[in-house]
């Protein structure tokens, strides 16, 4: 059987189709990682108790969610996917005795906001909670706690800027301090001040540390973080123009990597 050109092309472009739209998923699923606050719940077009919403949090990681009410565990590790190609985009949420549960959803920066059907239901169609629809609408906040964690004092293991590791010897005397929107760091013979932020939205995570006092006043650093049971790992553009897109340094770029430990 003879299959034209035409036919193999389109194949092919439709095969790439499928692997870009899962790739575009799997970034998108990652931004889910972290603690979110429930801050409204509407379902079938009645309000939740705002005693019961402040008591709700949800602890997502790796496509899996947990759901607390306090500090009781309502549902556990509950497996979903989406797909952030479609419009709205989608959601399923497989239960433990194999219902699936559709919803769409919307993630804005810090605020994720679901609307999702009754178990083997389709897919709603908008961001609504009407008397009768079965609909749960849901908004959601990202936990201050999030970036709280990253707060401490933090020591160098190891360093690399531009391609080359530094001698261990050298960041003997060095220490990052991170408070509420404050950072110093020292290295010894000098102290650099200023505040910091992060972008959780972000694939990887985003940090921004701007200098107020010392050899960087004035200026902006952008930056990308992982922290891990491990530790703290922080890649920096010291040119302060575009912000590191993987954890590694090549000589000529003024990238430096730092891995830190908790103190």
């Known amino acids: 059987m ?14 790439n189709a499928i692997i870009a739209n ?11 990682n972290g603690t979110w606050q429930l801050v409204s719940a509407v379902t ?59 919803g769409i959803y919307k993630l804005e920066g810090e605020t994720l906001t679901s609307c999702m059907a009754a178990p083997e239901q389709d897919f709603p169609t908008e ?15 990202r936990c201050a706690e999030e970036k709280q964690s990253l707060e401490g004092v933090w020591v160098p293991v190891d360093a690399e800027l531009a391609g080359v590791k530094l001698p261990v010897e050298s960041l003997k005397n060095w220490k990052l301090t991170l408070k509420t929107e404050q950072y110093q760091f020292e290295n010894g013979k000098e102290a650099d001040q200023g505040t910091w932020s992060v972008d959780t939205s972000k694939t990887p995570l985003a940090m921004d540390i701007t200098g107020t006092e010392g050899p960087n006043k004035g200026k902006t650093i952008l930056a990308i973080y992982e922290l891990s049971k491990e530790g703290l790992k922080i890649c920096y553009d010291l040119g302060g123009k575009n912000r590191p897109t993987e954890f590694m340094t090549k000589p000529g770029t003024p990238l430096f990597l730092v891995n830190y430990q908790r103190k």
């Open 127 to 141: 961001f609504s909670s009407k008397p009768g629809s079965g609909y749960s609408l849901r908004v959601f906040k």
């Open 44 to 102: 079938d077009g009645k309000e939740m108790a705002a005693e019961t919403v402040k008591n709700i949090r949800v602890v997502i990681k790796d496509g899996k969610h947990t759901v607390y009410l306090a500090q009781t565990v309502l549902a556990k590790e509950i497996p979903f996917t989406i797909d952030s190609t479609r419009v709205p985009k989608t959601t399923i949420d497989t239960l433990p005795d194999g219902k699936k549960i559709k």
């Open 22 to 32: 899962g790739q575009d998923s799997k970034i998108e699923l990652a931004k889910f």
């Open 2 to 15: 003879k299959i034209k050109l035409q036919t193999l092309i389109a194949l092919g472009m439709a095969l």
